[in-house]
């Protein structure tokens, strides 16, 4: 990760979530949380994500929508929990916002990370750590969790447990989380933020979870919060959006519809749901174009506001940012693309026939007295769309 000197965005952006609902057991309330925990939401071909473009740069207007119906959050009230961008993080653009934990609740900042599903945070009495004795509805499972790894070079080990959380008034009575050790490659322990708590779509029931995702012992946990929050109804709208607004560097996270006084152009655009896709909020990129050099596509892209940069499959990074007239500095721990300050062209990733334009100040950014590329090197045959995407 890398930090950031200057932000050059001008123009605002959020993603939003939608998925399918399921009634609850019968003869039991919304809050129950009695049913096996890997019976989730099935992913179904009813799962969209919802492009949704602030006013201001034009970047896409009703006349060029693809959505066949309106955002359903007119006829809901929405809950809102801001967000603020981590002061001194050597993460670009992280933003953390406020969760409750425990009964009574103890409160922490976390990353909202819509490319997990799994919530952690640090068990102890210090500020910032989980003190799990204060806390009545807190159980110990003793399930060992994954090793998560971090691009960063963050590493989280611990035991699975379940507990009471709360984020923006709406509760998860029994969430699985990790009680986490957090160290980093080098053996330091350290970490930015107080926690993370995931928000990605869950393991499909009777589906073994990708390795390094969780082993089959972990299957009952690998359910994400906004799983739980959607499974029971407890959302009379299931869609949550982000806004980040890296010049101000605050954000929000709005559960349960979309703030109508923030939105411009909408679109939905349909989930991959294939079993090759990421278990993300993942969809189809269909082409890029930058300048002359049009580029078609069908690589699938996961939507993710726990990476900071544009992660592209290495052949197609080179592409785009040789087309941007970039260097490749390949000496750095992790390797980045240089570009001139000027004349810049703007990039556009087609997704079918919704077409997002992103304009060289929101897909660069200056650091170390140098402008850098967004778009970065990837090994991964995927995409991922990071916050530089999403602002």
């Not at 603020?84 to 922490?108: C, H, K, N, R, W």
């Not at 499972?141 to 379940?162: K, M, R």
């Not at 050099?293 to 690589?299: C, G, V």
């Not at 390949?330 to 087609?350: E, H, K, N, Q």
Request: aromatic letters at 8%; one cysteine or more.
């Amino acid at each position: 990760m890398l930090k950031e000197e200057k932000a050059r965005c001008n123009r605002k952006e959020i993603v939003a979530f939608e998925q399918e609902t399921r009634e609850p057991p019968s003869g039991q309330g919304k809050n129950s949380r009695t049913q096996e925990r890997n019976s989730v939401v099935n992913p179904s071909h009813r799962e969209t994500v919802l492009l949704v473009l602030f006013r201001g740069r034009g970047m896409m207007t009703d006349k060029n929508l693809t959505a066949s119906s309106n955002p359903p959050t007119a006829e809901y009230p929405v809950a809102k929990t801001p967000l603020a961008e981590l002061p001194d993080s050597t993460a670009l653009y992280t933003f953390v916002g406020m969760v409750d934990i425990g009964t009574p609740s103890q409160t922490f900042n976390v990353i909202f990370d819509t490319g997990s599903t799994k919530a952690w945070v640090r068990p102890g009495a210090s500020v910032g750590f989980f003190d799990t004795n204060k806390s009545t509805t807190f159980t110990e499972s003793g399930v060992v969790a994954t090793e998560i790894d971090y691009g960063d070079g963050t590493v989280v080990q611990g035991t699975w447990a379940t507990d009471r959380i709360t984020i923006a008034g709406f509760s998860s009575p029994a969430q699985p989380f990790v009680q986490a050790t957090v160290t980093t490659k080098n053996g330091n322990a350290t970490h930015a933020a107080d926690g993370i708590v995931g928000m990605a779509r869950a393991v499909p029931p009777g589906t073994p979870p990708p390795m390094p995702m969780g082993t089959p012992a972990e299957i009952p946990y690998l359910t994400s919060w906004w799983q739980e929050i959607v499974a029971y109804r407890l959302v009379a709208c299931p869609v949550f959006a982000f806004d980040f607004d890296t010049q101000a560097r605050t954000g929000q996270l709005t559960i349960g519809g979309v703030d109508q006084a923030m939105v411009g152009g909408v679109a939905w655009i349909p989930l991959n749901t294939s079993n090759s896709a990421p278990l993300q909020w993942t969809v189809q990129v269909t082409g890029m174009q930058v300048a002359n050099t049009s580029i078609p596509l069908s690589i699938a892209a996961g939507i993710d506001t726990g990476t900071s940069l544009i992660l592209l499959p290495t052949d197609l990074s080179v592409q785009i940012n040789t087309a941007l007239r970039g260097t490749l500095n390949s000496s750095d721990r992790f390797p980045f693309w240089t570009v001139p300050y000027t004349g810049l062209p703007p990039v556009m990733i087609a997704f079918g026939a919704t077409m997002v334009t992103l304009y060289p100040d929101q897909y660069t950014f200056r650091i170390q007295g140098g402008c850098r590329s967004g778009f970065s090197n990837s090994d991964k045959k995927f995409a991922v769309l990071g916050s530089m995407f999403l602002r």
